[in-house]
């Protein structure tokens, strides 16, 4: 069975650790990106660790030159688990992230394909080319659709990696659709479908039960 991220993309400190508090006991990570960073601060990351003791991995979808990428890495791994990563820029500001990554433990996932309808126009296209390029870099992850759970299988054949997948709740995609495609090593993404919830506790249960059905 796949696990469970929350993304969690408010703009409040309090806000974030509130919810981190109420969902810990049935989220297996958090990923965050730049809403709550830009607002609350790159420790913010440590802030949510120290409540959850989960894995966090920071949503920054990496995406320049070598040298940069590696400014960038630095700086965020000294908080974060992982960090995610476009692989469209090429191998050579993936492995400047890699190199950073591996020297601190930590991990590195990049993206094939995303999860809104925008991606089919410039990212699909290319995104079989960088699930290949993933698996040639040993990436830990990657990421790819569950809006789309023909691409997300394809992309994870080719891939052969663990994948994340976003896009199940407010996107419309569904559990029941992914769950086969999934296994323990996966994780599925779910954001504003709990975040938002009246109650999140609720509803990051009310998933982690349907995940483990699967």
Same mark, same amino acid.
């Not at 969690?8 to 400190?13: E, G, I, N």
């Not at 969902?23 to 120290?50: N, Q, R």
């Given at each position: 069975m796949p696990k469970l991220m929350l993304?969690?993309?408010?703009?409040?400190?309090d806000e974030a650790l509130k919810i981190v508090e109420d969902?810990?006991?049935?989220?297996?990570?958090?990923?965050?990106?730049?809403?709550?960073?830009?607002?609350?601060?790159?420790?913010?990351?440590?802030?949510?660790?120290?409540l959850c003791n989960k894995e966090v991995i920071c949503d920054f979808k990496v995406a320049d030159i070598p040298a940069t990428n590696e400014k960038i890495a630095k700086i965020t791994l000294k908080y974060a688990d992982g960090i995610i990563v476009h692989g469209f820029v090429g191998e050579d500001s993936v492995k400047a992230v890699q190199d950073?990554?591996?020297?601190? *433990?930590?991990? #590195? +996932?990049?993206?094939?394909?995303?999860?809104?309808?925008?991606?089919?126009?410039?990212m699909q296209p290319i995104a079989d080319k960088l699930a290949e390029m993933a698996k040639k870099l040993k990436v830990d992850a990657i990421v790819a659709p569950s809006t789309r759970p023909e691409r997300l299988k394809e992309i994870k054949e080719i891939a052969k990696l663990p994948v994340i997948t976003p896009g199940v709740g407010a996107q419309g995609g569904k559990v029941e659709d992914i769950?086969?495609?999934?296994?323990? *090593?996966?994780? #599925? +993404?779910?954001?504003?479908?709990?975040?938002?919830?009246?109650?999140?506790k609720e509803a990051a249960k009310k998933y982690k039960e349907m995940l483990n059905k699967g």
């Open positions: 993304a969690l993309d408010v703009l409040d400190r969902v810990k006991d049935y989220v297996d990570a958090i990923k965050v990106g730049y809403p709550l960073v830009l607002s609350a601060g790159l420790k913010i990351v440590e802030e949510i660790k120290k950073v990554a591996k020297e601190l *433990n930590k991990k #590195v +996932i990049m993206v094939t394909e995303m999860s809104h309808p925008g991606a089919v126009q410039f769950i086969n495609i999934l296994d323990e *090593n996966d994780y #599925v +993404i779910v954001g504003r479908a709990i975040y938002l919830s009246e109650n999140p």
